[in-house]
């Protein structure tokens, strides 16, 4: 092909890509022109993922009749003036590509009404180009239709995931706007079905109720603003709601950072996140956080890549640290202390050959390194003396003394019959007599209906109600008789844990042994912890529960011997 200049049709489709690479990113755009326009009240429809249909209304400013089509003009814009303008700037857009970029992907129309005028605008676009220009009557505020995306562009269709995914990208992108913006009603219908409405209210915690559920949303803490650093504009003021280390989830998909009302990705303040709350939370569990950061336009730069969500901090430190800080303040005041409990060192520390065990802080699980034994060798037969602490069962084998947790050692009992009952198409299930209700967030809603099928290889039978209700049928029968309701919502939020690096029947498997074992705390007769102990026995990795915690401490022979001072 001889050397030619694209047409500026070829050049948009291309850079088209930069802004609109998925309905996502169509919503995203269509979002945050709503919000820049001070709507209060946006409504989302989107049908076949997305691909098929994107419409987002709003009530916003409206755009006047004689602007209309220098909307869809490249780089043409209302929010800035020039580039200064983006250093003092507030609005979410500034680039004037998106409705422009729309228009050369996918059949784009716009109806508009300003609050002064009588008629409305309305216009069609089809490859960049007008088709359709006209007054209509219409409400006061925008709405836009996004139709048919990329249909004329399959070098960018196929990279689209399925009609599924791609919705569940937009779900958790709504989620997120409803988050950042508690002051704006959002609606979002899924292919005809209302799957998320938020108040309106200004209260972040309604808004977290309608995301992640009510019972959730009264358990968060809020993270207040200390006095001291209250209309200081040069440290970043951080806001809004974090979960008690008892409320935890398996996945980081549950952390929501925004930036001056824009949602953005940051490992940095993921890592503040983790680190606040490094001692508190068991392995692979992930706190739920909503936070806003304010911080001096001139201390972020949004500028950083049209559609990629990082931010760029002019001092890292400054905002690390006023996020850690933030949070560490309020898991101290709110948050339960750990217990002082006696330090787990049967074995003298060097160079203190005598003495008792030292009172010490127990680290908890999570800041403890990772066992180096996988705990596969085989165990010894035990003979059951009794139960200590409601908690430990005591045993004695061919060498010494063994402390064996109950609840772990249960866990890996049934972590691996569930995995053997999966496999062989097996799996007990228990039919409830009254079937259960329970209230889905809107993602584990979707994780039911895009994984659900793993669920029902497990026994569980769980059928939509209506609204965000499910009923709960039938469930494995190893949860019989147990706390069903935090059972069931556990094991949905498995299917979406992809940092576990275990497969999905793993995943499931560990949650249901967790909720099926018996606690600690717990009473247990000779013979169920004889038949507990055999069970252990004849598993493949007795020596760990299937989080990876021991079950077991072994006092040797030696080792006693040598404590008493008897070699
Ligand atoms: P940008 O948002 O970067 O300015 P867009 O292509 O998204 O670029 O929009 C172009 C212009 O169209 C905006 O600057 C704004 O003036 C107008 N506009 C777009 N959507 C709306 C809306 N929902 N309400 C009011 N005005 C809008
Ligand atoms: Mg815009």
Known sequence: MPIHVLSPDVVSQIAAGEVVERPASV???????SLDAGASSIGIEIRGGGVDLVRVWDNGTGIPAEEVDLAFAPHATSKIGSLADLDGGTS????????????????????????????????????????????????????????????????RLKFLKSAATEGHQVTSLVS???????????????????VLRTPGSGRLRDAMAEVYGLDVAQAMLEIKTPAESAGDGTT???????????????????????????????????GAVDKAYEGWLGVRRHPISVLNIAMGPGSVDVNVHPTKREVRFTQEPVVFNAVLGALRRVLSERAPIPEVRLAATWEPAPGQASGPPQLVRERPAAAQPPLPEPGRAPLPILRVLGQ?????????????????????????????????????QAAGAQPLLEPLAVELSLKQEESLRSAGGALAQFGFVIEPFGGRTYLVRSVPALLAGKGLANAVKE????????????????RIARSLACHGSVRSGQVLSESEMKELVRQLEQTASPRTCPHGRPTMIHLSAGRLLREFGRA
């Open 27 to 33: 919503v995203k755009e269509l979002i945050e022109n």
């Open 92 to 155: 979410l857009g500034f680039r004037g590509e998106a409705l422009h970029s729309m228009a050369h992907v996918a059949r784009v129309e716009l109806l508009t009404r300003t609050a002064g005028a009588a008629t409305g605008t309305h216009i069609s676009l089809r490859n960049g180009v007008v088709t359709e220009w006209g007054v209509r009557a219409a409400p006061e505020g925008t709405t836009v239709t996004v139709q048919h995306l990329f249909r004329d562009v399959p070098a």
């Open 176 to 194: 997120r706007y409803c988050l950042a913006f508690p002051g704006v009603k959002f609606t979002l219908s899924v292919d005809g079905r209302e």
């Open 236 to 270: 970043p003021l951080v806001t809004g709601y974090t979960s008690p280390p008892s409320l935890t989830r398996a996945t980081r998909g549950y952390l929501s950072l925004f930036v001056n009302g824009r949602w953005v990705q940051s490992r940095l303040l993921a």
């Open 388 to 424: 200590a602490s409601l908690t430990y069962i005591v045993a004695e084998g061919p060498d010494g003394l063994y402390l064996i947790d109950q609840h772990a050692a249960h866990e890996r009992v049934l972590f691996e019959r569930a995995l053997a009952e999966r496999r062989q």
């Open 491 to 506: 094991a949905i939020d498995s299917l979406d844990d992809e940092a576990a690096g275990a497969s999905e029947d793993e």
